[in-house]
Structures are given as structure tokens and as C-alpha cells.
């Protein structure tokens, strides 16, 4: 029901910086969490960042915790995900969700998302 569409990946070196965007085609009072999620190869696809859309409250992987920030604009119908010092771990297709319907607090886990995007893809090189 919810259209997400990410945009921003690309290739950068260790220690540059992306911004992944998510335009989500509504927003309605049932989303809960936005997030984003990665998967490399071999991976299973983890939580990255999320952010609850009515309050703000923002929830980060240990992995990226003071590199990368979630936020979204003020009209919540685009997601943001700065990434900076980037590492080579962090290479993965990253993927936009939106938790819609019925609220459950697991904001970093796939299962509690029902919208997914396309994913966009990130490589950082050395």
C-alpha cells in the first residue's frame, strides 16, 4: 500500500559519506517505525537505523552508532540516512521499510516491517 522508493547509494571510499533517501508515497497516523536495513552477501539482512514517525524516538545498530544518523523531513514523507565514515563492513544493499497497520516495538527487526523498498546499493572500497 505504502510505495518506498530509496535513492543516494553508490560506490565511496573508507572513511567517505552517503545519504540514502526513502520518498514513501503516504504517510497515514498507522506508520510507526521507518527504517533502514542491509544485506550483504552471504548475510542475513539486519537492522541499520530506524526512526518512529510520530515522536522521533531514533534506535541504531551497535555497528553504526555514532556514524550514522536516521532522520526524516517535516512532513514525514522522506527518510533520511546520513552515513559518514564509512568502512568496508558497511558495504550492502540497504533497503527502506515502513511499519504499518499494527505497532510492535522491534523497530531494527525485518520481521516487524510489512513495506519494503527496492534497496539501493552501497560499496565502499579501500
Known amino acids: 500500500q505504502v510505495q518506498l522508493v530509496e535513492s543516494g547509494g553508490g560506490s565511496v571510499q573508507v572513511g567517505g559519506s552517503l545519504r540514502l533517501s526513502c520518498a514513501a508515497s503516504?504517510?497515514?497516523?498507522?506508520?510507526?517505525?521507518m527504517g533502514w536495513f542491509r544485506q550483504a552477501p552471504g548475510k542475513e539482512r539486519e537492522g541499520v537505523a530506524a526512526?518512529?514517525?510520530?515522536?522521533?524516538?531514533?534506535y541504531y545498530a551497535d555497528s553504526v552508532k555514532g556514524r550514522f544518523t536516521i532522520s526524516q523531513d517535516n512532513d514525514k514523507k522522506t527518510v533520511y540516512l546520513q552515513m559518514n565514515s564509512l568502512k568496508p563492513e558497511d558495504t550492502a544493499m540497504y533497503y527502506c521499510?515502513?511499519?504499518?497497520?499494527?505497532?510492535?516495538?522491534?523497530?531494527?527487526?525485518?520481521?516487524?516491517?510489512?513495506?519494503w523498498g527496492q534497496g539501493t546499493q552501497v560499496t565502499v572500497s579501500s
Open positions: 526512526i518512529y514517525t510520530g515522536g522521533s524516538s531514533t
Open positions: 503516504t504517510y497515514t497516523y498507522y506508520t510507526y517505525y
Open positions: 521499510a515502513a511499519q504499518t497497520g499494527t505497532w510492535r516495538e522491534i523497530p531494527l527487526t525485518p520481521a516487524g516491517y510489512n513495506n
